[in-house]
């Protein structure tokens, strides 16, 4: 069915993973926390896409965390590089065909809330597709396509981190996550219209994997690392710069959180 877990399980061996990592800018660091058994640039495995923006590392990283077998994919591809929502679709595959049951996606995001400060964790509750995109168009899967997406952010999965999160005395909130395709930041009007239509974070990333995630049978959760306020929010422009620097700041708190996460999996 994939050819990348078969090259993934020729050199790991026949007992899969438990779960599945995708690290957002900034967050890749997750992957020094992990006992790492395997490594897999991109590039060597089929129909993983290159990914080229700075803060991505293109990476398949297997490996224990907390003692759990995991597979971190260290960087993702974006819609906005190629116009393709599905880039992430062999990567995600993978992660299915190699036995993980849950897949936590992550992402650096910014808040529309005035509340919600950068430094802030997210656990998504849900999310709205602002992009007109979606990764299962023309993926020619017959009725499979049509993907429920009530609960697509598994309700237990999001107890459990919020669980781990209070153990761990971090600070985690929940909110619905706009996914704009970018690569533009948004304007002030697009923000004030996304915070009416009920969105706490908004970014370029998680939607398309989360959808892929639910073709492919996989439990999701998501967490946005607040990097900045959004557009028009301050008087200051917006920078991936400070995407990757503001991510950076929160790595220790994210990493304890999904560590805690993968523990209980162990
Ligand atoms: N908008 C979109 N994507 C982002 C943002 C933002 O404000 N911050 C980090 N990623």
């Known amino acids: ?87 992430m679709r062999a990567p995600i595959e993978t992660l299915k065909a190699l036995g993980a049951e849950a897949l936590v996606l992550s992402n650096a995001a910014g808040s529309t809330r005035e509340a919600m400060g950068p430094g ?45 999160a209070s153990t761990r005395d971090i600070l985690l909130g929940e909110g619905v996550y706009a996914w704009f395709s970018g690569p533009s930041f948004e304007t002030p009007a697009e923000i004030r219209m996304a915070r009416m239509l009920g969105a706490d974070a908004v970014g370029m990333s998680t939607v398309p994997e989360a959808i892929l995630g639910r073709y492919f049978g996989l439990r999701v959760a998501a967490v946005s690392v607040i990097t900045n306020f959004a557009a028009g929010m301050t008087g200051r422009p917006l920078s991936h710069e400070e995407t990757k620097t503001e991510a950076i700041k929160s790595e220790a708190r994210f990493r304890a959180l999904i560590a805690g996460f993968a523990g209980s999996f162990a």
Not at 12 to 21: D, M, N, S
Not at 34 to 53: H, K, M
Request: hydrophobic share 45%; proline share 3%.
């Open 120 to 164: 802030a964790l997210m656990a998504l509750s849900d999310h709205i597709n602002l992009s007109g995109a979606n990764p299962l168009i023309g993926l020619g899967g017959g009725d499979a396509c049509f993907v429920n997406m009530v609960d697509a952010y598994d309700p237990d999965l999001r107890a459990r981190l919020h669980e781990i």
């Open 1 to 87: 069915m994939s050819a990348a877990a078969d090259i993934v399980r020729a050199r790991i061996g026949a007992e899969g993973v438990r779960l599945g990592f995708v690290l957002g800018s900034g967050l890749g660091a997750l992957s020094e926390a992990i006992t790492e058994e395997a490594r897999f640039d991109y590039c060597e495995l089929p129909d993983f896409p290159a990914s080229g923006v700075s803060g991505h590392a293109g990476a398949l990283v297997i490996g224990r965390l907390q003692g759990a077998r995991v597979a971190l994919l260290a960087g993702r591809a974006h819609y906005y590089e190629s116009a393709d929502a599905s880039a």
